[in-house]
């Protein structure tokens, strides 16, 4: 059975999913859902991030919290905030490709076609060493810059966009520029505009957030809170999928790896070593792996380890155990 909404796939075998076990995302009950959700939170000016992530934690009354990479106090913008099981995915969203609006200011003027040229020319992976007041090592690395556009200008005033690989410092790349450029530049303010799969079109201001948990305490009207806060799933639409039948989830979620006689479906273009994220027939995200072949493989493959395991998500035993230890091969 192919999950809803699903066309572009490759069939290795056509399974069907018991209704009995697991639950389709859309579906868990409001206290599943919060302790397997994430929520895009607009990061406002003055706190950084740790201390925003703290205020979801305590509005929600949850456990732990986790964030997708770390916000300069000033700096504003996406911050996905994962809740409790959920925080088992941060690591994916720390390594997720990140974009930014920055205002930058120049110390001089600049020609425009020279500053038109700087822009295309730091386009692909360019050197970077972390500033000084940063939570990291302070070496050369490469980092890469997949767009960088000019949006305005006035003046010495600079107003463009970058997406870029995550761990890019834009303070240090507006400093960058200033040298190339030989005026000198700083960055006078920046807003976060893409975390991953997180956009500003599902953002959500602190405050709407408490007064949506509020309202559901109260009245137990969880609606709005539904809507504000997302699956776990939604932090994975940016990675490959592999789909597994019923019979291969347990023994996923006590370590063993995905072997082919436990696919159903996968998506196409999956490369060799690839991150994929495995998926139940109820789309449901198990686990998050690499993928040991290419999608065309993946699907010829009869028996051997399919993708490796790196990390699981789902709770153990939420699906019926269907695997031997010595017999792992025919059923993960």
């Known amino acids: 059975m192919?999950?809803?909404?699903?066309?572009?796939?490759?069939?290795?075998?056509?399974?069907?999913?018991d209704p009995g076990y697991g639950c389709p995302p859309e579906?868990?009950?409001?206290?599943?859902h919060l302790n397997d959700g994430i929520v895009n939170i607009d990061k406002p000016a003055g706190p950084n991030s740790h201390q925003v992530t703290t205020w979801v934690k305590e509005i929600l009354e949850l456990p732990k919290t986790g964030h997708s990479g770390t916000l300069d106090p000033k700096v504003t913008g996406v911050l996905p905030v994962a809740l409790g099981n959920a925080t088992k995915i941060v690591k994916v969203l720390l390594l997720s490709d990140k974009e930014y609006v920055c205002l930058m200011s120049l110390h001089d003027t600049a020609p425009k076609d020279r500053l038109e040229k700087i822009f295309h020319e730091l386009q692909g992976p360019i050197f970077?060493?972390?500033?000084?007041?940063?939570?990291?090592?302070?070496?050369?690395?490469?980092?890469?810059?997949?767009?960088?556009?000019?949006?305005?200008?006035?003046?010495?005033?600079?107003?463009?966009?970058?997406r870029c690989e995550a761990g890019t410092y834009i303070r240090k790349l507006c400093h960058d520029m200033g040298i190339i450029l030989g005026t000198g530049a700083h960055m006078h303010?920046?807003?976060?505009?893409?975390?991953?799969?997180f956009d500003e079109t599902s953002l959500v201001i602190l405050q709407d957030l408490k007064d949506a948990y509020v309202a559901y305490k109260e009245t137990g009207d969880e609606t709005r809170l539904r809507k504000l806060v997302l699956p776990v799933e939604a932090g994975v639409k940016n990675i490959r999928k592999i789909w597994i039948k019923d019979s291969a989830i347990d023994a996923i979620c006590h370590g063993a790896d995905l072997n082919a006689p436990g696919i159903s479906l996968l998506e196409k273009n999956i490369n060799k070593n690839d991150p994929v994220a495995l998926m139940s027939l109820k789309n449901e995200l198990v686990a998050l792996a690499k993928a040991n072949y290419a999608s065309e493989d993946l699907q010829k493959m009869q028996k051997g380890p399919a993708a490796t395991l790196v990390r699981v998500i789902m709770e153990a035993n939420t699906y019926p155990k269907q695997w031997h230890k010595n017999k792992a091969e025919k059923t993960a």
């Open 2 to 17: 192919k999950p809803a909404g699903l066309t572009d796939v490759l069939i290795k075998e056509e399974a069907e999913t």
């Open 27 to 32: 579906n868990r009950d409001i206290k599943t």
């Open 128 to 162: 970077q060493t972390p500033p000084i007041m940063s939570a990291v090592k302070r070496e050369l690395r490469i980092r890469n810059i997949y767009e960088l556009r000019l949006l305005e200008r006035n003046g010495k005033e600079i107003l463009y966009k970058v």
């Open 189 to 197: 303010e920046l807003r976060r505009t893409k975390a991953g799969s």
